[in-house]
């Protein structure tokens, strides 16, 4: 594996501009290029990447090698968008000084993402803004989870009450509105604390994490062909993105690049997924804002979605279609036909839903300039996805990073400015316009041959950095393999971690009866968050 | 308004008729595996690939006991993949009353070379290993009127109240789906309520994490009596691929008393309402007879 002269340049570059301080490895998967560096030049490292080359660091997280090293290492993972680029920096945490330095206050991008640290790994924060407890809640023991002396099976003491204080709001008539965990419809689980001053909120207070399940310390505990099935169960609603982008790491560990035609078949299932879920979101939008009607259609349309998936894998969410080297089955005639059928009869319904939503005023009214998020906010909290695209964010993996998966499909990226719950209905509109004729790309001339490459022996303790542009956004899987067809450490980043924090942006001023529809309008998952 | 109209009157009414009709279900879906117990020679390649330990085997003795948990099963298909002794079908009314009526276990006698000969006991659902909740049958039996009395309660009309304790959002996919056009589920006079108080059913995803643990023991005790719980997916009824952790309880019944299971991953719209209608008593436990469900 040849690095190409880009990302061989790049590695030089950066190497010189640090005159030696930072070391570039070596033997790094096609398309990442790896950095060593101590702790206190992760600053400026973070920093000269955002300045000169536009970085954006997408994902932070820790790994306990004390057994190997004494340390803890630390990585931080930035996208080069422009130049279809991954940067790896690894920094050693000694085994004696658990701290490290927040970038929080210049990245705020990272801000939830460096406390999980500091609760699953027990490594203490220092500099960051707002360092209490994120993904632990706060009557949870002193435990660190993800630490290897750790046991995944180990029995904790019953949790005693509930002591998260939440910040005060004061002032003449502001009270509080606790919402949750256990919401009014059938969504799932989180804590939402307004505070409002006669109708409009304040100030909105977040508390999620309600249902971690230890899902990273399980991928260390299981075979890596039984870690697809627990990927596929990180967010139900992204299930073959998740397992898709948990098998790609694994690939790029072992080497090994699935053939032709299983990468056709999977960019196909990625575009259904899509389809479904953002025919789903509509319809949900259109829902909390009273137009039923619409909802009612969204969900026969999605049904039909739904059973053309079940007849293409054997099941409506995808599940069991993702394997490690490419997929689990091959679509004969009968299912390429189901799948024809589905493209002729989808199109023109979508279109009626979205003109029944166009041409209905009160809905418009109730969607424009509603739960606006600012293109400026969305840069600085790193949004992605749907949230970023509708706030000016101009970036899809599906476009430079896509490998050899989305090869000549007929993609735009839609960008919009506005920021509001219209635009990021917009984004979905256009996104499965284009999911229609990215699948018939690819249904025209699918191409002939095997859909699994092996993958043999996974060679231990490498690291390979997974990502898959989900409907949602992007989802990255990094791993670090262990001997024995298992894993050491696997890091999931769902696009839901990242783009919680802005919806504490985007609801001030707005009343609380708009906000299940601002929060529909983001729909980010909390299992995927919370893992 | 007038195109909205228009558009309603040409769709038409697509509600289906389940349970009147059997369950619109591709033969490609992948539902109930059934291992062919009598010819099974080895359950070590089945075991080796099952993500979730749905199948499972213990040496003693020079015998072999193997159990099949349907409450466990994420109905991926791998051991079919595996082994020519089990074919997966596409059933998928699987709820079941009793977590027992979902685990199986056959004793085979064990052979030199790893594998397996001869069934020494027939499969059948596993005899309960779990202490019961009262041993005291003038208990036992006390609830079973009670049951009986909340079924007939429930039998014409019934409000649920959906909490998920943790799941992945795939079984909340399958609840919302009930509420769409296509299969309705207030056809049968059932609604979705926003709050417990309101309640007759707890409808409970998910493996139950630490962190919820409180949250579904509150909106449980907010409800009135006579109420029911239904566990609902693979991590409902078991844990799932979760399983027990430091982060999950493995299960709704290890919180909370449970009337139904329902198995899947998530379970299909058509196994929910299978399992909503039997927690009311409107639909006969669907228990598989034997012979049809254990092929010996």
């Given amino acids: 594996m040849n ?3 880009d990302v061989a340049s790049i590695a030089a570059r950066v190497q010189a501009y640090f005159a030696g301080r930072v070391a570039a490895a070596h033997a790094a998967p096609p398309g990442e ?50 130049l279809g680029v991954f940067c790896v920096l690894r920094a050693p945490v000694p085994g004696d000084k658990l701290e490290f330095p927040s970038l929080a206050n210049a990245i705020p991008a990272v801000d939830w993402q ?11 924060l220092v500099g960051h803004p707002n360092p209490r407890r994120c993904a632990l809640h706060d009557h949870w023991p002193d435990v660190h989870p ?28 502001v009270f509080q509105v606790p919402v949750g965990p256990v919401h009014a419809g059938v969504i799932e689980p989180g804590h939402f604390l307004f505070s409002v001053a006669g109708e409009p909120v304040l100030y909105l207070q977040l508390r999620l994490f309600y249902t971690h399940k230890a899902t990273e310390k399980l991928f260390e505990a299981m075979p890596v062909t039984h870690g697809v099935r627990l990927a596929e169960s990180i967010s139900g609603d992204s299930s073959f993105a998740h397992a898709t982008a948990f098998c790609h790491a694994i690939e790029r560990a072992a080497g090994v690049e699935p053939p032709p035609r299983a990468r056709a078949l999977r960019a196909v299932c990625l575009e259904l997924e899509r389809v479904y879920n953002h025919i789903a979101d509509i319809g949900a939008i259109a829902t909390d ?27 409506r969410l995808l599940r069991g279609m993702a394997r490690l080297g490419g997929v689990g089955l091959d679509w004969d005639a009968a299912r390429t036909s189901a799948l024809s059928s589905l493209l002729a009869e989808l199109p023109p319904e979508f279109e009626s839903l979205v003109d029944m939503i166009e041409n209905s005023s009160s809905t418009q009214d109730r969607l424009q300039r509603t739960g606006i998020l600012t293109p400026a906010v ?22 430079n990073f896509s490998g050899r998966l989305y090869e000549r499909a007929p993609f735009r990226v839609p960008v919009y400015q506005a920021g509001d719950v219209k635009h990021r209905m917009q984004v979905r509109v256009d996104e499965v316009r284009q999911s229609f004729s990215i699948i018939r790309h690819f249904m025209d001339d699918l191409p002939e041959g095997a859909i699994r490459a092996e993958i043999g022996g996974l060679p231990a303790d490498r690291t390979a950095l997974g990502w898959v542009e989900g409907w949602r956004g992007e989802i990255f899987h990094w791993v670090r393999t262990a001997p024995g067809n298992r894993l050491a450490r696997c890091k999931i980043k769902d696009p839901s971690l990242q783009n919680w924090p802005a919806l504490s942006h985007a609801i001030p001023g707005n009343i609380i009866p708009d906000f299940p529809v601002i929060n529909k309008s983001f729909n980010l998952s909390y299992s995927g968050n919370d893992r | 308004m007038f195109e909205i109209l228009r558009k309603s009157l040409k769709t038409g009414i697509v509600t289906e008729r389940y349970p009147q009709t059997p369950p619109q279900i591709s033969p490609l879906a992948r539902g109930r595996p059934e291992i062919d117990f009598g010819n099974w020679k080895d359950a070590r390649p089945a075991a080796a690939v099952c993500p979730t330990g749905a199948i499972a085997y213990s040496d003693q003795g020079g015998e072999r006991a193997t159990t099949f948990d349907l409450g466990k099963c994420i109905f991926c298909g791998l051991c079919a993949e595996a082994d020519p002794a089990i074919r997966v079908t596409n059933r998928c009314e699987l709820a079941a009353t009793r977590k027992t009526a979902l685990q199986f276990s056959a ?44 079924t007939d309660i429930f039998g014409r009309s019934l409000h649920i109240r959906e909490v998920d304790a943790g799941s992945c959002n795939g079984c909340e996919i399958e609840i919302v789906g009930l509420t769409g056009p296509v299969y309705d589920i207030e056809r049968f006079g059932i609604h979705f309520v926003a709050s417990p108080r309101h309640a007759d059913m707890l409808l409970v995803t998910g493996p139950v994490t630490r962190n919820m643990e409180l949250a579904l023991r509150k909106t449980y005790d907010a409800m009135p009596a006579p109420r029911l719980v239904v566990a609902v997916g693979a991590c409902g ?32 719209p058509h196994a929910l309402l299978h399992g909503i209608l039997l927690a009311m008593g409107r639909r006969r436990l669907s228990l598989i007879p034997q012979s049809d469900n254990l092929i010996i």
């Fill in chain 1, 378 to 399: 969305a840069r600085d909290l790193g949004i992605v996805g749907i949230a970023g695209r509708a706030s000016g964010f101009c970036h899809d993996l599906r476009g």
């Fill in chain 2, 107 to 150: 004793t085979y006698k064990l052979l030199p070379d790893g594998s397996h000969e001869r069934l020494l006991s027939a499969p059948s659902p596993a005899p309960s290993s779990r202490v019961p909740r009262s041993p005291d049958p003038a208990v036992e039996n006390l609830g079973r009127k009670i049951r009986r009395r909340a």
């Fill in chain 2, 237 to 268: 009824c078991s844990g799932g691929i979760f399983g027990t952790n430091y982060a999950t309880r493995g299960g709704v019944d290890q919180v909370l008393p449970v009337d139904v299971y329902i198995p899947g991953c998530p379970p299909n």
């Fill in chain 1, 33 to 82: 290029i790896h950095f060593d560096a101590p702790l206190a030049l992760v600053a400026g490292f973070s920093g000269h990447l955002y300045k000169k080359w536009n970085a954006r660091l997408v994902s932070v997280f820790a790994d306990d090698v004390r057994a190997q090293t004494r340390a803890f290492h630390l990585y931080y993972v930035f996208a080069l968008d422009a």
């Fill in chain 1, 114 to 124: 460096e406390r999980e640290i500091q609760d699953w790994f027990g490594l203490k």
């Fill in chain 1, 3 to 5: 690095p190409s002269p």
């Fill in chain 1, 289 to 315: 804002v009273g137009f039923a009607v619409a909802n009612m259609l969204a969900m026969r349309l999605k049904e039909k979605v739904l059973r053309t998936n079940e007849q293409l894998t054997g099941n």
């Fill in chain 1, 146 to 173: 993800l630490r290897k002396d750790f046991d995944l099976r180990a029995p904790l003491p019953p949790f005693s009450g509930e002591s998260h204080k939440f910040r005060e709001v004061e002032g003449e008539g």
